[in-house]
T-cell receptor, first 116, second 111 residues
Framework: NAGVTQTPKFQVLKTGQSMTLQCAQDMNHEYMSWYRQDPGMGLRLIHYSVGAGITDQGEVPNGYNVSRSTTEDFPLRLLSAAPSQTSVYFC???????????????FGPGTRLTVL | QQQVKQSPQSLIVQKGGISIINCAYENTAFDYFPWYQQFPGKGPALLIAIRPDVSEKKEGRFTISFNKSAKQFSLHIMDSQPGDSATYFCAASIPGNQFYFGTGTSLTVIP
């Protein structure tokens, strides 16, 4: 199992550019989520999905879009990058927390994004 | 509004000492409280977790103490080692809902 994979590892964008952060998991997990990590702020949920075709907003969704066409993939799109979106982004997956809330959430290695 | 409040922000402990990190919450609907460990350049990884029906859970040198009435829980690392130097996050979740994370504690264990 590769677990949760994220690409790219590093990215530099200019203000106004768009890009997609890729996330894939091979554990057949229903639940996938995107977090951003900023100094002193911890991990904040951007969007999450409880299964293919189902997505919902988290704590800080503005400026980001997601879709879930397959169980394995959960890309995060930045529509028009802003300096405030400079952060480290983590994708995570688990079995549905509604089925068993004690199931471990597995995190990817992260994408470090800088917006100039 | 921070759903889970974590302290301290940073902690320096001598090798062999006890590291203690504290978290507090307000939402009584939370029923799962995991702790994550994160090394530089890596994603967080589950360390230990507890449900509110027990007051303590121990796994090796790591112990969670849970005080339901005070709405507080803490991580104790016994016999702290330099390899424990990392950032630690507490979290809480509601069944079928999202996880809420604390702001993190940077632990440094001095040899």
């Amino acid at each position: 199992n590769a677990g949760v994979t994220q690409t790219p590892k590093f990215q530099v964008l200019k203000t106004g550019q768009s890009m997609t952060l890729q996330c894939a998991q091979d554990m057949n997990h229903e639940y996938m989520s995107w977090y951003r990590q900023d100094p002193g702020m911890g991990l904040r949920l951007i969007h999450y999905s409880v299964g293919a075709g189902i997505t919902d907003q988290g704590e800080v969704p503005n400026g980001y879009n997601v879709s879930r066409s397959t169980t394995e993939d959960f890309p995060l799109r930045l529509l028009s990058a802003a300096p405030s979106q400079t952060s480290v982004y983590f994708c995570a997956s688990s079995y549905s927390p509604g089925r068993n809330p004690t199931d471990t959430q597995y995190f990817g290695p992260g994408t470090r994004l800088t917006v100039l | 509004q921070q759903q889970v409040k974590q302290s301290p922000q940073s902690l320096i402990v001598q090798k062999g000492g006890i590291s203690i990190i504290n978290c507090a919450y307000e939402n009584t609907a939370f029923d799962y409280f995991p702790w994550y460990q994160q090394f530089p350049g890596k994603g967080p990884a589950l360390l230990i977790a507890i449900r509110p029906d027990v007051s303590e859970k121990k796994e090796g040198r790591f112990t969670i103490s849970f005080n339901k009435s005070a709405k507080q829980f803490s991580l104790h690392i016994m016999d702290s080692q330099p390899g424990d130097s990392a950032t630690y996050f507490c979290a809480a979740s509601i069944p079928g809902n999202q996880f809420y994370f604390g702001t993190g504690t940077s632990l440094t264990v001095i040899p």
